[in-house]
Nanobody
């Protein structure tokens, strides 16, 4: 069983920054691929970013490329999402997800564990 707990969300003005964290349980955390997704009211949950087990490969949605950075610290069982130049359209609940088979993907299907989410609100 893997538990994921997100933190770091909040209210920020457009152009500002936030860093989300996701702490994970599990003795084999370093073998997991990890992803961040978001869901705005009335919309489908969408892919934001993903990172391979080693951190050597990262992938981003076009809408956040150049503004967001995903990283991980396997010693701390934590994955991060640094969000810069935030826009009102980034407002959503952000979820981290783990794929225990290590498949890095931009879709929800391979991820078998999800956190409860953290709210990010960007005001204009």
């Amino acid at each position: 069983q893997v538990q994921l707990v997100e933190s770091g969300g909040g209210l920020v003005q457009a152009g500002g920054s936030l860093r989300l964290s996701c702490a994970a349980s599990g003795r084999t955390f370093s073998s997991y691929a990890l992803g961040w997704f978001r869901q705005a009211p009335g919309k489908e949950r969408e892919f934001v970013a993903a990172i391979s087990w080693s951190g050597g490969s990262t992938y981003y949605a076009d809408s956040v490329k150049g503004r967001f950075t995903i990283s991980r610290d396997n010693a701390k069982n934590t994955v991060y999402l640094q969000m810069n130049s935030l826009k009102p359209e980034d407002t959503a609940v952000y979820y981290c997800a783990a794929d225990t088979l290590g498949v890095v993907a931009g879709t929800k299907d391979p991820y078998d564990y999800w956190g409860q989410g953290t709210q990010v609100t960007v005001s204009s």
